[in-house]
């Protein structure tokens, strides 16, 4: 299933699907699960936000997302690449979309792109965020929050999620210029 998001100009779809052999010791479903459907749906809610739709009235943008290896930070990795499609498709665009993961321990220890395993630890043993901002605007596009954390640290953790993604922002950007011959955002 495509999910979408509709808006005056136009309309972002977006489908998200783990490939079967993506994940270690899991059973890939032909269907788009209830996972990659909550993931379809943030990817399209944050990317309309960003696309500018009025350029393409009655008009829909298509997101498809085939994730082929699951280290963990899928849904910043998925965001981040769906940004980057985007700018190489020369669809225009606010800014960048770039997304960070961090998994938060009870014992105050944060982690900054934790793999798969990490990033799947039980809620009751601390927390996990996805951050996606556009770094230019300074603009948070999509915030995910799995586990409870006290107030304090939830700021703590969204801080460096920041920090990891303006980190992030610069390597992408280096990047585009070096490919595409152009500054984004």
């Known amino acids: 299933a495509v999910v979408s998001t509709q808006s005056t100009g136009g309309k972002v779809m977006c489908e998200?699907?783990?490939?079967?052999?993506?994940?270690?010791?899991?059973?890939?479903?032909?269907?788009?699960?209830?996972?990659?459907?909550?993931?379809?749906?943030?990817?399209?809610?944050?990317?309309?936000?960003?696309?500018?739709?009025?350029?393409?009235?009655?008009?829909?943008?298509?997101?498809s997302i085939q994730m082929i290896q699951d280290d963990g930070g899928t849904l910043s990795l998925a965001m981040t690449a769906a940004s980057v499609a985007l700018i190489d498709a020369k669809i225009e665009v606010r800014d960048l979309v770039i997304g960070c993961t961090i998994r938060f321990y009870n014992g105050g220890r944060i982690l900054v792109d934790p793999t798969a395993e990490e990033e799947h630890t039980k809620t009751s043993e601390g927390a996990g965020f996805h951050l996606a901002v556009m770094p230019s605007l300074s603009q948070v596009t999509a915030l995910k929050q799995a586990g409870k954390i006290e107030q304090a640290q939830a700021r703590e953790c969204i801080e460096a999620c920041w920090e990891g993604c303006l980190r992030i922002a610069t390597a992408v950007k280096k990047l585009l210029e070096e490919t595409l011959g152009e500054q984004p955002g």
């Open 16 to 63: 998200f699907k783990y490939m079967p052999f993506s994940r270690a010791n899991t059973y890939s479903e032909p269907r788009q699960t209830f996972e990659e459907k909550v993931i379809s749906k943030t990817i399209a809610e944050a990317m309309e936000g960003v696309i500018i739709l009025s350029k393409f009235p009655k008009s829909e943008v298509l997101i």
